[in-house]
Every structure is written in C-alpha cells, then in structure tokens.
C-alpha cells in the first residue's frame, strides 16, 4: 500500500503505477463500509474542494458534492458561465488563484482538442491537486470505479477476464472517447483479455491504444480489435457496449451522426446479451440513449450492473480526495 499521496494530480489513471491504484481502491472499499455502517469518517474537515465545470452533469456534480460532505469538507460548484474565463481568465490564472483559496481543484472539460490540455495547464499552476472530471481524453473517476464494480463481481484477480468494450449506436449527441480510451487503458493493466469492438470510423487516439498494448505486454491478458459487434459480445465476461464520436474520423458533428446512422443496429440487446457468457454483467457509464444504444430488457435486467457502478463513483472519488487533499 502506498502511503503517501498527499497533493497527487489525477488526471489520466497512466499516471499512478498499479499499486497507488490499488491503494485508491483500498481506501474506497474502507470508506464504502464506514458508510453503510454509518461510522462517521470526517477525514477532510474544514477543506474546500472546488469543481469548475464546462460541461453538465448528473452523477459528477453529485457525488463529488456528496462525497465531500460525507468528508467532513465543502464542494464549490463553479459553472464556467459565472466565471470570468471567458473574458480572460487563463489556465493558469484559475490554477493559481483558486489553488490558494481552495484545498484541491476538480476541472470537467471535454472540449475536444481543449480539454486535456486545459486541465494540464490549470495543474501546471495550482499548488494543490487537481483532479480531471472527465476531459476529451480520458474520464478516470469512471474507469475507477467501473473496475471497483468489476472486481466486486469477480474478485480482485481479473486474470483470464474478458471484457468487451464496444461502440454502440446513440442519437443524443457525438458523445466524447474519454470513457473507451480511459478502460482500455486500466483494464490491460490487470491481466484481462481486451476487445475493443469498432466500426471503422469510431478509432481511438493511436497512442492510447499503443499504451494500452504496452500494458497489456507488461501485466498479461490480451488486446484484439474487432470490427463486428456480435464477435466482440461472444463468450465475453463483461460486455461494455457505450457510443462515442468519430472524433479521428471527422471532427464535424453532423458528419458523425451521420456515419454514424450507418450502424444503428449497434445496440446491447437480449440476442447480443445471451452472445456472452452466463454469468456476464452489462456495464454502462450513463446516461444511455435507452432502446437505441441498449434495450430496456438489458439495461433494467439482472445482470445490469450500471446502478452499481454509479454508486461506486462516490466511493473511488472519496479515496482520492481523502488521499491526495489531507
């Protein structure tokens, strides 16, 4: 267990080796106890966490400012709108002003081409730690806690797992690559066996999936990329069918519904779900465009596993204040 993380950014999950990983995961399923058992754990009293987002949010929004609360701090909300960034305020500006009148930053910007390196800026300048929300690159508060999810299913040794994670037809909007580009690269640093299922299109940034290789060479399991959804749901232990934008393919919003109309039969259905593994669990970030991008049958049967998940967002988020703000 790694002890000391006082004053750590967490902005990509590269960033901390396999072992403060795992003391993050440590520390959450201790706090995850003390709360269902009502034991108070007020271990950031008086500290001031503030949240700058640029982007809307449900889960995010909430359980950081819950998470917070249950800490014993205070959660500054911060819509951009409000601010003065748009009439001039820098990166480092916000990194070096709110960094001496709070206790941590936490940045959601996933403007694509903006966002991470917005969020690299602000940590360049603040002297406390900043925290990534989820930017155009990565989203590691998710990933976190989607493993949390995965290990309480099937325990801490992942060795010889399958996880499918595939693109899925939505609607809504052209949806950031954050979240597949962020489980690629956790889940092949534990051993498991990695399906990255795509239309042509929908890639990720080569050097993520180059890294992601890399993990895979070092901690074992397997990496293949595919280019059929029903191959990618076989037999699979986990099944992680999410949308995102061509965002490689072209960086036109309208063009990217357009290609991607093309594959709208992309959806985590009953066939495609009965393709896995009996004892498969179904995963989802949310929010999901229901019976386009997932059936109500799936996303609401026994083995949806995304209300777990959500709840383990809270947890992985408290690890990593109370480790990186005491």
Known sequence: MQTDLRGRDLISTQDWTREEIETLLD?????????????????????????????????????????????GGHAQFIDHTT????????????????????????????????????????AQASRVPVLNMQCDVYHPFQILADLMT????????????????????????????????????????FGMNLRLTRPPEYRLMPDIV?????????????????DDFDAGCRDADILYPKSWGSWLTTEDELASAEIGAQYSDWIADDRRLRMAKDHAIYMHCLPADRNIEVADSVIDGPQSVVYDE???????QKAALALTMR
């Open 27 to 71: 520390v959450a399923w201790d706090l995850k106890r003390k709360r269902a058992l009502g034991e108070p754990h007020a271990l950031l009293r008086d500290k001031v966490l503030a949240l700058l987002f640029f982007f809307t949010s449900t889960r995010t929004r909430i359980s950081f400012e819950a998470g917070m609360a249950q800490l």
């Open 83 to 122: 601010t003065q960034i748009s009439h001039g305020d820098t990166a480092k500006e916000i990194g070096e002003i709110v960094g001496r009148y709070t206790d941590g930053i936490a940045i959601r910007q996933c403007d694509w081409g903006v966002g991470n390196q917005y969020i690299n800026d602000v």
């Open 150 to 189: 995965i290990m309480e299913k099937f325990g801490r040794n992942l060795r010889g797992k399958t996880i499918n994670i595939s693109w899925a037809y939505a609607s809504s909007y052209q949806k950031p690559i954050s979240v597949p580009q962020s489980l690629v690269l956790l889940m092949s640093r």
């Open 210 to 226: 180059e890294q992601a290789r890399e993990n895979t060479r070092r901690h074992g399991g397997s990496f293949a990329i595919l």
């Open 310 to 316: 959500a709840e383990n967002r809270l947890h992985v």
